[in-house]
């Protein structure tokens, strides 16, 4: 769409303040910020709309507007609601920066304008599509405008007669078709996931073709719009996309899986079903766009508690998070942070993007269908490192005083597999989840229990890993910092003299003091859990003491036996 159709709109409320020659400049998408400098997320041809906190004199003005005039955005438009009147000093950088300005009526919502800016754009680019594949051309035309990717897979079930689903990086179900038969269970998703992330990172031919219990499957990448060619006449050179392009999109990629092998498929409908996955990307756009308030709301937060603020102001920050994430909610919720790290050999690729948009997924319900679930979660990033924020209804947090929210253990279960293929050979994801706290007093130490996790779950080996905040406060916090060297001299000088008699004898001394110390040292409940007399758990308990030379009725020793066990 053109900036000019935008003042042709009274209810967006927008006034020309500059720019009047530029009118005729296409806009690709829309963006609401208030960072200094938010230049990584521009892409260019953006509409950005800016309520001004981030303008404390004028001295910030000329940074900011370079810095969109330099990523090629649309235009600049600049809320009353704060400041009232546009201040001058911003119309004058604008003028000499050539960038159109306007001006938002503080009785205008900036989500008004996302909404309005986001449907035409992606009617706009339904309709591209729809000229590219003229044959199919009411496939095309029911894209995200006219109810979803779910209808554009009903019309290939019912027009092409093939079954399909888009699927996340994670293996969670995005959208599937409600006319062809049953969805896919979890496990085909999270195998479909793996398959589809291996053959990314390995630059295998596209579509890439999978045979699951006898089913075949060909999976098409989802990549959204501007982020690199993907019509079937693409050319083999944009198969072969860099290694460094592969790590920095594989993982939070869409994809889609037909039931169906595309090994012969003519050309024609290899681009239909290419045409299929750019309208699927305009809803990924559109996603992502209805995520960047949940986003600055999660920077914002992440600055005030990193930099020290009062807790009064991050708690005012948190009330107007808290009706975003959690519409409707009566009371202010609790709140969990998740920490999460993507790592590559290297470390020339920045993680944080990646692991920003791998916390999106893997912090919904993997049986939460649709695009939307995510909306209750706000992920910052900064670096290589990713940090959510993730509500709790309070009345949840507080029945019965037991455990609640998310739990590391169970966290990845279902996307361990298809993580690790995508990060298998060089990458590494970890994750740390902190307990929830109920004020802006706690957020702060929440933050630090995550991290800590996080350094915990790092240490260990795997290419995905978390762990949570229970874990602090045992020795299972410190096991994982001890060097090589240490952990196998004080493991070998405990435990090989018991290995080398088990090997000669069949003694079992190994499993006996492993039950002794669960037991407690009871002699009663160590003897009944082994089924034996207590006189041979005597005998067995001797032998340990002799080949070690240590007594198991102290405390030390116990300790020590204990500490073996866990590192070997």
Same mark, same amino acid.
Request: glycine share 8%; net charge negative.
């Given at each position: ?69 330099s990523a090629g955005v649309a235009a600049l438009a600049a809320g009353e609601a704060e400041l009232g009147d546009v201040p ?110 291996? #053959? ?214 279902s996307v361990r597999d298809p993580l690790s293929a995508g990060l298998d050979g060089d990458g590494r994801l970890t994750l740390?989840?902190? #307990? %929830?706290?109920? %004020? ?47 952990? $196998? ?43 034996l007399h207590v006189n041979t758990l005597r005998y067995r308990v001797g032998r340990i003491e002799q080949l070690t030379s ?7 020793? $116990? ?10």
């Open positions: 769409m053109r900036l000019r159709a935008l003042l042709d709109t009274d209810a967006l409320g927008l006034r020309l303040l500059g720019g009047e020659e530029e009118l005729d400049r296409t806009v690709r998408g829309v963006m609401t910020t208030d960072l200094r400098d938010p230049s990584r997320y521009l892409a260019g041809g953006e509409l950005v709309l800016t309520g001004l906190a981030w303008r404390r004199d004028a001295s910030d003005t000329e940074p900011f507007v370079r810095i969109l005039a001058d000093d911003i119309v004058e950088a604008c003028a000499r920066h050539r960038l159109p300005l306007f001006a938002v009526n503080e009785s205008v919502a900036f989500a008004t304008i996302t909404e309005h800016v986001v449907r035409q754009v992606s009617g706009e680019r339904a309709g591209d599509l729809a000229a590219v594949v003229d044959r199919h051309r009411r496939l095309m035309t029911s894209g995200p405008t006219g109810g979803g990717p779910d209808v554009v897979l009903d019309l290939l079930g019912s027009d092409l007669d093939l079954r399909a689903w888009v699927l996340s990086p994670a293996g969670r179900a995005i959208a599937g078709s409600s006319a062809t038969g049953p969805a896919l269970s979890t496990a085909v998703c999270a195998r479909l996931a793996a398959e589809h992330l291996a #053959a990314a990172r390995t630059g295998r031919r596209r579509p890439h073709r999978v045979q699951l219990d006898g089913t075949t499957y060909s999976l098409f990448p989802v990549r959204s719009s501007g982020r690199g060619p993907a019509s079937a006449s693409a050319t083999a050179a944009a198969s072969a996309a860099s290694l460094r392009d592969a790590r920095e999109t594989v993982l939070s990629d869409w994809f889609l899986a037909v039931e169906a092998d595309a090994g012969d498929w003519p050309e024609e409908r290899l681009d239909l079903l290419q045409g299929v996955t750019q309208l699927i990307a305009v809803e990924r756009d559109r996603r992502d766009a209805a995520r960047t308030v949940r986003r600055r709301l999660a920077q914002e937060v992440l600055e005030l508690v990193q930099t020290g603020a009062a807790p009064a102001e991050i708690a005012a920050r948190l009330r107007v998070a808290a009706p975003v994430l959690l519409p409707g909610l009566g009371a202010a919720p609790h709140w969990q942070v998740v920490v999460a790290r993507v790592e590559w050999d290297g470390g020339e690729i920045e993680g944080g993007p990646v692991a920003q948009s791998l916390l999106e997924e893997i912090l919904v319900d993997p049986l939460a269908a649709g695009p939307e679930p995510s909306d209750r979660i706000a992920v910052a990033h900064t670096g290589d490192e990713a940090i959510a924020l993730v509500p709790l209804p309070a009345v949840s947090a507080e029945h019965d005083g037991s455990e609640t929210g998310l739990l590391a253990d169970t966290l990845l279960e740390g989840v902190s #307990a %929830s706290v109920h %004020s802006a007093e706690g957020l702060r130490g929440a933050l630090e229990e995550a991290r800590h996790a996080r350094r915990v779950a790092a240490a260990r080996p795997g290419r995905v890993c978390a762990a949570g905040h229970q874990e602090l406060a045992s020795h299972v916090l410190l096991l994982p910092f001890v060097p090589d060297d240490v952990r $196998k001299a004080f493991t070998a000088r405990l435990l090989d003299p018991l290995r080398d008699y088990d090997r000669r004898h069949r003694a079992e001394l190994i499993p006996t003091l492993e039950a002794f110390l669960d037991c407690d040292g009871s002699w009663t409940r160590c003897a009944a859990r082994l089924h240590r007594d198991l009725s102290r405390l030390e020793d $116990k300790l020590d036996f204990f500490l073996a066990l866990r590192m070997s």
